[in-house]
């Protein structure tokens, strides 16, 4: 079984801070997604990543992909108070379908 | 693109009930689909990979005879929950992965809310 650990778990924060989450694996995923899921609603897709050292933008969100591929984090900038929610990543090792998620970081951000 | 739809959203029934839940991908074919469980506070735990046409794949721990999963279509997977008791009281969500391959990422149903009284 692969371990896929995120961090922080929670993080409450005031509207304009900005903050990271981060996702570390010790071993090398083969691509790795960032979900954000609001409570009683299914995870929805923020982005992918698949090439180490990849970096994608999301309007205030910024996602990196470690260039060994076996970490990734999300940044936020400037939070505001629509980003509360459940962010999770999940990754896939060696090619295989399923994919193993992280605990995921609660996050709060107080207006 | 890439919409799934999971319904119902939430069952409130008697123990001993048998309850199904259904799993589309709206615009797309998915040879694949996925079943997990959230508890509470908790994150995704996979049940089972449903695949279509074939039986499916159960993770360790999970009674298949209890959770009993069909996939007969490239749309279209079900759940059923059979002699549903408390304890099988969950947040059941699935997803499905565009065919493309095994990078793709999963795209998600909202979930199906199940109490058992």
């Known amino acids: 079984t692969q371990l896929l650990e995120q961090s922080p778990q929670f993080l409450s924060i005031q509207e304009g801070e900005n903050l990271t989450v981060y996702c570390n694996s010790s071993?090398?995923?083969?691509?790795l997604q960032w979900y954000r899921q609001e409570p009683g609603e299914g995870p929805v897709l923020l982005v992918t990543?698949?090439?180490?050292?990849e970096v994608k933008k999301l309007k205030r969100l910024t996602f990196q992909f470690g260039d060994a591929r076996k970490d990734s984090s999300l940044h936020i900038t400037a939070a505001q108070p629509g980003d509360t929610g459940l962010y999770l990543c999940?990754?896939?090792?060696?090619?295989?379908?399923?994919?193993?998620f992280g605990i995921g970081t609660k996050l709060q951000v107080i207006p | 693109g890439a919409v799934v739809s999971q319904h119902p959203s939430w069952v409130i029934c008697k123990s001993g009930t048998s309850v199904k839940i259904e799993c589309r991908s709206l615009?797309?074919?998915?040879?694949?689909m996925f079943w997990y469980r959230q508890f509470p506070k908790q994150s995704l735990m996979l049940m089972a990979t449903?695949?279509?046409?074939?039986?499916?794949?159960?993770e360790q721990g999970v009674e298949k005879d209890k959770f009993l999963i069909n996939h007969a279509s490239l749309t279209l997977s079900t759940l059923t929950v059979t002699s549903a008791h408390p304890e099988d009281s969950s947040f059941y969500i699935c997803?499905?992965?565009?065919?493309?391959?095994?990078?793709?990422?999963?795209?998600f149903g909202d979930g199906t809310r199940l109490s058992i009284l």
């Open positions: 997803s499905a992965r565009l065919p493309r391959g095994s990078n793709q990422p999963q795209h």
């Open positions: 071993s090398v995923f083969s691509s």
């Open positions: 990543v698949v090439t180490g050292g």
């Open positions: 999940a990754g896939s090792f060696g090619g295989y379908q399923k994919v193993t």
């Open positions: 615009d797309f074919q998915a040879t694949t």
């Open positions: 449903s695949n279509e046409g074939s039986k499916a794949t159960y």
